[in-house]
């Protein structure tokens, strides 16, 4: 009688189980996907009757995007509403699970405060200044940065972008904005919004002056106008915006899903 010890046999399980549940990507809360930034948007197409019937083609497209997991966000029906042949499901991707930290105590070089990207796009920055160099690291533009706020006399540096300038050389193109102490909160941003974002929503008024770089669409079952903003606050981060407008929501007629347009600032 052929005998199995306990290694044989966990081995042997593991092999039977089937290769696409081994790595596809994982599936998230509701809960958990509100505390955290999308990848992206990615959609399915195929014959679902509900939305978690895609499960598992979500997953394995979520997985082909270098994603871990996913959360499903709406189904979009046929206009006819009578077919579900080509039924739409919608889904965010994470590349992971983990909350983004959130640095609370403000940091000093040479003297002056380094802004969080929060606090650096609420306030007015008094001077946008312009730096360029070969730099080995962060570390070294950074150092460079917080001493040029220093010569002038800012209480707070933020570094806006980092470029190549000259791939040949290998430069950079660094720009810094210098705050006061005092330093004004932008006025074009909504009232609504507080400090503490990641990216702020602008008012309508600012909408009809300001270019946006890119315009955006996700889609979603929303319950009210705040959950839109917070989700597409959501998709500004992640398309590394500034600020953002919704300009549009429109409905599926055949559904509850509902696409938003956004458009997106520097």
């Known amino acids: 009688m ?6 044989s046999i966990a081995l042997a399980v593991f092999l039977s189980l089937p290769v696409a549940n081994l790595y596809a990507a994982q599936p998230l809360t509701a809960k958990e996907s509100s505390l955290l930034v999308p990848l992206k948007e990615i959609s399915v ?12 083609d979500i997953s394995h497209a979520a997985d082909e995007a270098g994603a871990k997991y996913y959360y499903i966000t709406a189904m979009e029906t046929p206009a006819n509403g009578t077919s579900s042949d080509r039924a739409i499901v919608y889904a ?8 983004i930290a959130v640095q609370k105590d403000e940091t000093n070089y040479n003297g002056v405060v380094s802004y ?7 306030y007015l920055p008094f001077e946008v200044v312009k730096l360029k160099g070969n730099y080995n690291n962060t570390s070294q533009i950074t150092e460079d940065a917080s001493k040029l706020a220093a010569e002038k006399n800012a209480y707070a540096f933020y570094i806006y972008s ?25 006025d074009y941003i909504a009232t609504t ?5 990641d990216a702020y929503e602008i008012s309508s008024e600012a909408f009809k002056h300001m270019t946006p770089y890119k315009t955006i669409s996700f889609h979603g079952v929303f319950n009210n106008t705040s959950d839109i903003s917070a989700a597409a606050q959501k998709h ?31």
């Not at 965010?92 to 909350?99: D, G, K, M, R």
């Not at 919004?193 to 974002?197: A, N, R, V, Y």
């Not at 981060?237 to 520097?266: C, G, I, P």
């Open 2 to 7: 052929k005998c199995f010890n306990k290694t």
């Open 236 to 266: 500004a981060v992640a398309n590394d915006a500034h600020f953002y407008y919704v300009k549009e929501v429109t409905s599926n007629s055949a559904s509850t899903a509902q696409t938003v347009f956004v458009n997106l600032y520097k």
């Open 193 to 197: 919004d507080i400090h503490g974002q």
């Open 162 to 186: 980092i470029s190549s300038a000259d791939n040949k050389n290998q430069a950079q193109d660094i720009e810094v904005a210098l705050y006061n102490q005092d330093a004004p909160v932008r």
């Open 92 to 99: 965010n991707i994470y590349q992971s699970n983990a909350p």
């Open 45 to 56: 197409t195929g014959s679902y009757l509900q939305a978690d019937n895609a499960a598992n």
């Open 116 to 122: 969080e990207r929060s606090k650096a796009l609420y």
